[in-house]
């Protein structure tokens, strides 16, 4: 768990190392991913864009720059598992996470899972002198939403269920 100096100090870090590399947000990450969920991608960002234009940025800015700020949430929150666990055990910081977020909204926080900064490991490692022997899988930005904010009317689309689950024997 990240705030204060040490916040600052980290995204700082994070949005210079971002700007030098030029990294940009790429769903099909050099075709390595089914068609389907590089659409379903693209469809999130047609329908999220008129919400972050209102809210005043630049839809590609917002989220590459916005992520590596954490979205401007005052505390960051970084998971790592120890290498020496099978890559099964990942499972376990989804779990966590998902409880973690869980547990944020019931208290009125808001949370927001990041991948992205990954990209930008070396700095999280430095900042945080996070020892090798452990791997940085996951970012969260956690802090109270802004509720004037027309980014938080938005609701993402959702697949129908039959597009994800085999139903057998019913
Ligand atoms: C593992 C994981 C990594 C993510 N990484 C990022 C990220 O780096 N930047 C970002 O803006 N959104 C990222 N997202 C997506 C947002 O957090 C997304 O808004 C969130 O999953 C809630 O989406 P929903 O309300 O559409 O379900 C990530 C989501 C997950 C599950």
Redesign the pocket.
Known sequence: MVAGEEREKLVQGLVSAYRAKAITYNPSKGKTIPQHYVDRTRQ?FREIHPFIQEAGFQTRNF?EE??YQFYNAPVAILAAMERCFSRSRLMDIGFAAQNLMLSAHALGLGT??????LTCEDVIRKELEIPENQEIV?GIALGYPNTDSPLNRF??SRDALNEMVTWKGF
């Not at 927001?112 to 900064?117: Q, S, V």
């Open positions: 999130f989220v916005g992520s927001c899972p990041l991948a992205l900064i996951l609701k993402s």
